[in-house]
């Protein structure tokens, strides 16, 4: 009988403590300077690259586990160093993972390096597929993707929002839609190669968090990119897109297909956030000391500290649970992937404001990086499905009703 174990292996204890030591020597030295420029931070970028964290490599070995632990693992040690680098560095990860999740062998070897550049030169990318009145209804998405068969190419239009790394990545992946009549089932995604003419971004969104993340806005203005970059290829495409017109149940959007691989990552990163929170409040509470004693001594904000842990414990083992299914091909029945991202989230709104509650007036000023961190957490229930839009999920799955 198989035994049952939450230990870590060796390798993911490894691989965890190294990404810890880079977050804690690299990231968390510097976040304060990049959140205050809000730009992009390449130096921290390049030295990901040079030791070996930011490539195609270290996103396949971590794929690779067979637990799905190992990304959200490497994920919550670099998000407790922040997360606004930590995005900058880990954003390229959603294109890739866009390329990954649709398209073929080909296109994963040529344009999944372009991604990342070299270690000398560095590049970032950038996945596309929000949109002003296209948020969390993917399926009201106004970009579309006409075929030229007279040149075999693919003539995208139309505009993306709050696009991580938009206008300064390399690669651009771009969700559009190719039939509009079958809503989220009649689109597809498109590799938008460096310098192809017709894509621009606004410039660099101003933010309430994540300010050392690049986020813009991208218009395509009738962008031409060759029949290679749909990525699966026409004939799957067209296959999809028959299935959908006959009524056959098919495989969710390019952009959805994205968001399922990803969510427990992204929940993980919330978990990163909240931990880092939790540590510095304890710390604090232990050596703050009011009406002579610490004020871990009193019970309100001992407990606060206790439900804290708590709360990030329960939502890292739905974070656990969700990637392993993810990498074993489990369905999620219950909308297990949006639960895991639903509760960490939330949990990061909720630890980094009680952290900030148990600092008082210091919490509130930058001298501490609590304020920060209570910053970076709101996006958590905003990004990659509203914390709405992740119940609702839950709730259509659990129930068989088309919830609205």
């Not at 296209?134 to 106004?142: E, F, N, P, Y």
């Not at 509009?180 to 498109?190: M, N, S, V």
């Not at 028959?242 to 959805?256: K, L, V």
């Not at 890292?316 to 489990?330: E, S």
């Amino acid at each position: 009988m198989a035994e049952f174990s939450l230990d870590l292996s060796e390798e993911q204890r490894d691989l965890r403590d190294w990404v810890h030591g880079f977050a804690a020597d690299v990231v968390r030295p510097a976040a304060a300077e990049w959140d205050a420029r809000e730009e992009a931070p390449w130096p921290v970028i390049q030295e990901a690259a040079k030791v070996g964290l930011y490539d195609f490599e270290f996103l396949a070995n971590a794929w690779a586990d067979p637990t799905g632990l190992s990304l959200p693992l490497a994920s919550e040690e670099l998000f407790w160093g922040d997360a606004g680098i930590g995005l900058a560095i880990m954003g390229t990860s959603l294109a890739v993972a866009a390329i990954y999740g649709s398209g073929t062998p080909d296109q994963l070897v040529e344009w999944v390096p372009q991604c990342f550049g070299s270690v000398d030169e560095p590049a970032v990318a950038a996945f596309c597929s929000t949109e002003p009145e296209a948020g969390s209804d993917v399926g009201a998405m106004r970009t579309r993707a006409v075929y030229d068969a007279a040149t075999d190419e693919w003539v995208l239009s139309g505009q993306k929002a709050y696009a991580t790394n938009g206008g300064i990545a390399g690669v651009h992946v771009v969700t559009a839609s190719v039939d509009p009549a079958l809503g989220a089932r009649g689109q597809a995604a498109f590799v938008v190669p460096p310098g192809t003419k017709g894509l621009a971004a606004s410039r660099k969104l101003k933010k309430l968090g994540l300010r050392a993340s690049h986020t813009a806005d991208v218009f395509l203005d009738d962008v031409r990119v060759p029949g290679a970059c749909l990525l699966g290829g026409r004939d799957a495409l067209e296959q999809r897109l028959d299935r959908a017109r006959s009524g056959q149940r098919s495989q969710s959007s390019s952009a959805m297909r994205t968001f399922e691989i990803t969510r427990p990552t992204v929940g993980a990163q919330a978990l990163g956030v909240a931990r880092a929170a939790h540590e510095y409040a304890l710390d604090y509470a232990k050596e703050r000391v009011q009406f002579g004693r610490p004020i871990i001594e009193n019970q309100a904000v001992a407990f606060a500290l206790a439900d804290m842990r708590t709360d990030i414990d329960a939502a890292r083992l739905l974070v656990w649970r969700a990637a392993w299914m993810g990498r074993n091909n489990r369905p999620f029945a219950a909308g297990e992937g949006s639960m895991s991202k639903l509760r960490a989230g939330e949990v990061a709104v909720s630890v980094t404001g009680k952290a900030l509650q148990i600092l008082g007036g210091a919490g509130f000023v930058r001298d501490h990086p609590v304020e920060r961190w209570y910053r970076d957490a709101k996006i958590y229930t905003i990004f990659e499905g509203t914390s709405e839009i992740q119940r609702l999920v839950v709730s259509r799955a659990i129930s068989g009703h088309q919830i609205r």
